[in-house]
């Protein structure tokens, strides 16, 4: 059997709680003394070095088999983000360049078409299909093969990425270093990509039929259908990140940054152990809702390129010539509370409050927070990625609607979004709140109250505390 690793400042969290549990038993007949209290603020938050002094308790991380596995099984999962972020990219460029709609059936295994007859009975399914007929009669066989590439190559590599997970996780399974609990995860993250390829097909069958609604329009796919399958690729990718964050940082840094603060007790200029805490709370408190800000903007872009609203309104700040375009409730009557969803002018008005009201809160999130020395360098550091893409993201959308939406701009744009996700997932991540392998939660808010105490009360040991005489 594997053993479990051991952390030694969770270690020294939880001993020094049963030690500081053990002395308060005595309250009633003697207050702990300020040494006391110190020397459990001491082994509740000092460094890894004077934390390993006290007797260890063990932790439960997702990978068995030490450093060495979990490095293996961080880089697979990196790996693993990476082609879900480039599936992301790719379908995005794949919508951009009008290629979705070319393949009108779906095969467990799709064998391209190879040679000139192939082509001429592909050729000929799509010819049956509304785009065709409405928008592409225009179009040859050698036109057609473009498109219909961009679409089998996205729908290949969604395939390949499930054999990117499977093969190497018979191996780390083999070892024995796949945990219960990553080995539920893992499963779900295979569960929703083959639920995407579903869902997927569910989207693009939409695009096959008349819009009954408007029968002269050229032919797209549910708005509604393509919300769905873009959240669910950026809720594979960001469970994915999550995970790999898990396993390659499984010790909060919030804890060791609060370490590198714990017993200095003279210097009163430097934040204690508590004040780190406290100051990690306050930004989890915001970075939280950011999140949620920044997916739900997201998610009115996916219905943004369902409506093809992008291309409507190619003026920034107005749309129309007004603030707010008088097309905003055309539909209200007839469709009530889908005219939000299927009204290119509320869409796309509708997207530009959500962007500029992301930036806006990006901006005071980093302003409060920033330059705040309390909280770890790593979420510092992604305050400001968060702060550029941003910037990056609202300029990139301008760009992108000035000029019609070209397959360059919009693909960044999209890529980009994936950026601003991944920074505020990570900072998330580096502001967690302190979980199994810490102190227990009424336990770990005491001995911070003890540490602030000690703090304020207590010399190091060692160290030759001056007596002004009078």
Not at 56 to 68: D, F, H, S
Not at 309 to 329: C, H, Q, S, V
Not at 381 to 390: E, G, I, R, V, W
Not at 425 to 437: F, N, W, Y
Request: hydrophobic share 50%; aromatic share 12%.
């Amino acid at each position: 059997m594997i053993p479990r690793r051991v952390d030694p400042i969770a270690g020294a969290g939880h001993a020094a709680w049963r030690a500081y549990a053990a002395s308060t038993a005595k309250a009633s007949t003697a207050a702990p003394s300020s040494a006391a209290l110190a020397t459990a603020a001491r082994r509740a938050f000092s460094s890894a070095a004077t934390a390993a002094s006290v007797p260890p308790v063990a932790t439960r991380p997702l990978v068995n088999g030490g450093p060495a596995a979990e490095r293996a099984l961080g880089w697979w999962l990196a790996g693993g983000c990476a082609w879900a972020y480039s599936m992301v990219v790719l379908g995005g460029v794949t919508r951009l360049t009008r290629s979705g709609l070319s393949m009108t059936d779906w095969k467990f295994v799709e064998k391209p078409p190879l040679t000139a007859e192939d082509w001429d009975a592909e050729f000929a399914k799509y010819k049956e299909s509304p785009e065709y007929k409405k928008t592409n009669t225009w179009m040859t066989v050698d036109d057609f093969k473009f498109i219909y590439w961009m679409e089998w190559g996205h729908r290949q590599w969604g395939r390949a990425l499930g054999g990117y997970f499977v093969l190497p996780l018979a191996y780390f399974a083999a070892k024995g270093w796949v945990t219960r609990s990553l080995a539920t995860r893992l499963a779900t993250f295979f569960g929703l990509g083959a639920a995407q390829g579903a869902i997927g097909w569910w989207m693009v069958k939409s695009g096959l039929v008349e819009d009954e609604d408007n029968p002269t329009n050229a032919p797209r796919v549910s708005p509604y259908r393509l919300a769905t399958h873009l959240t669910g690729a950026f809720t594979i990718y960001v469970a994915m990140l999550w995970t790999t964050l898990d396993v390659w940082f499984p010790t909060p840094p919030v804890i060791r940054h609060a370490a590198e603060y714990a017993g200095a007790v003279l210097n009163r200029n430097t934040p204690g152990a508590s004040q780190v805490l406290g100051a990690a709370r306050h930004a989890r408190a915001v970075a939280h809702p950011l999140a949620a800000l920044v997916g739900v903007t997201a998610l009115s872009g996916a219905y943004v390129a369902g409506m093809d609203a992008g291309r409507a309104y190619n003026t920034f700040p107005l749309m129309d010539g007004k603030w707010i375009p008088d097309e905003y409730w055309s539909m209200w009557e007839r469709r009530g509370w889908r005219n939000f969803f299927e009204n290119t002018a509320a869409v796309q008005f509708d997207h530009r409050v959500l962007a500029l009201t992301t930036l806006a809160a990006v901006t005071y999130v980093w302003g409060a927070h920033r330059f705040n020395g309390r909280l770890p360098a790593a979420a510092r550091a992604l305050l400001d990625a968060s702060m550029l893409a941003t910037l990056a993201q609202v300029g990139l959308g301008i760009s992108a609607l000035l000029n019609h939406v070209p397959v360059s701009l919009g693909s960044l744009h999209q890529a980009n979004a994936l950026n601003l996700f991944t920074a505020v997932v990570g900072l998330m991540h580096v502001l967690r709140r302190p979980r199994a392998g810490g102190l227990p939660a009424p336990a770990f808010s005491e001995v911070r109250r003890v540490a602030t105490t000690a703090a304020k009360t207590a010399p190091k040991p060692g160290v030759k505390v001056k007596v002004k005489r009078k």
